[in-house]
């Protein structure tokens, strides 16, 4: 019996298919466990590299303090410090921390570098040469280089124009601090200067005169001896006149009078009108001669006159006319509106004339 049944259990086994497992049942699942442990473990080290190790701190204020001294603060507070930039800075000194991150009072982890701006001290700034410049623009170059106008003075000089720069202190070029007063000296131009009166003077004391009044004179043209003329060596005319204005460099000439001619003197061989002749009854004794006429008295006096008004400048003349004669005391076009002043002296009964044109417009006894 049991060999009857031997060929039918061998007809089963010889009938079951193979066993075949499935890779990929296998392998997906442990490649999505495979990436999601490294998902884990990438996270977790970005974490740990992402998160600052250590204890939480309040970061210290640098802001003012030297660089130095704020290093020794950052030490003691577990801290670090990075300069990451300088910049000119009008108020805090160089190397003086004028900038941070993160800022006074934030809480970070010990060992974090803190980014600080350091200060370069006061910005430099060249002069620029602002020499025969005006004021005006003077003022605007040292304003582009970042500086001020200190003390402006001035000093007379008649070669360059009014307001126009002649010095500055500090020099051109120099380098000085940003802001620094550069103070400058300005030409104020000729002093305004007027003819002094000369006519009437001995010629020996014009130099004296015109060294007081700050002007120059010409050499001194000598007249010819005429008849009534004033003394030997008496300025009788100059040019300009006096109270004219002077311009700069301006000269004045003067005209020295050469002397009067000398009084004739009866010649001794013919008798002098009047003497008795022979034959002629002498003259009464007790007759008196006609007496000489007195001479005319000498005196100084100053006195205006107003220049008439003119639309167009016009010749106007002002004559002084005296015992001595006459002469000109101001002889020029202009279209007048003004009043002069001379210091003159006269001889005698004297009259003051004034032409405009050759046209006598006034006359005023002296």
């Known amino acids: 019996m049991s060999g009857s049944h031997a060929p039918k259990r061998r007809k089963r086994d010889e009938q079951r298919p193979p066993l075949r497992i499935r890779w990929s049942a296998l392998v997906l ?50 801290l670090s410090l990075h300069v990451v930039a300088r910049k000119p800075d009008y108020h805090a000194p160089k190397d003086s921390v004028v900038g941070q991150l993160p800022a ?19 910005p430099l700034a060249r002069v620029p040469n602002v020499a025969n410049m005006s004021v005006r623009d003077a003022t605007v170059a040292l304003e582009n280089a970042h500086l001020d106008v200190g003390s402006v003075g001035s000093q007379y000089d008649a070669g360059v124009p009014e307001a126009t720069v002649l010095s500055q202190q500090p020099e051109a070029l120099s380098q000085v601090t940003a802001g620094t007063k550069v103070d400058l000296v300005i030409a104020k131009g000729q002093p305004v200067a007027y003819a002094p009166n ?32 004033p003394p030997k060596g008496i300025i009788v005319a100059q040019d300009p006149p006096a109270g004219q204005q002077m311009r700069p460099n301006e000269t004045i000439t003067l005209q020295v009078s ?9 010649s001794p061989g013919f008798p002098s009108p009047g003497a008795s002749q022979p034959g002629q009854a002498a003259p009464n004794v007790g007759s008196q001669a006609p007496s000489p006429a007195p001479s005319p008295t000498a005196r100084g006096l100053r006195v205006s006159v107003a220049l008439p008004e003119s639309p167009q400048p016009v010749r106007t003349r002002v004559v002084i006319v005296d015992a001595t004669g006459s002469r000109t005391l101001f002889d020029q076009n ?33």
């Open 104 to 122: 006074a009072g934030e809480h970070v982890r010990e060992g974090r570098v803190i980014d600080v701006v350091l200060s370069d001290g006061e």
């Open 334 to 366: 202009t279209r007048g509106g003004t009043t002069i002043s001379f210091d003159i002296t006269v001889t005698g009964a004297a009259t003051l004339q004034t032409y405009v044109g050759d046209q006598l417009v006034n006359s005023t006894p002296l």
């Open 258 to 266: 050469g002397g009067a001619l000398p009084t004739p003197i009866p």
């Open 29 to 78: 699942p442990g490649l999505g466990l495979l990436a999601v442990i490294a998902l884990i473990w990438i996270a977790a080290q970005a974490m740990r590299m992402l998160s600052p190790a250590g204890a939480s701190v309040s970061v210290p204020s640098f802001v003012g303090m030297r660089y130095a001294g704020a290093q020794g603060i950052a030490v003691k507070s577990r």
């Open 198 to 229: 000369f006519v009437g003077m001995p010629i020996s004391s014009a130099s004296a005169a015109a060294k007081e009044a700050n002007v120059k004179l010409e050499p001194a043209v000598q007249l010819p001896i005429a008849p009534s003329a």
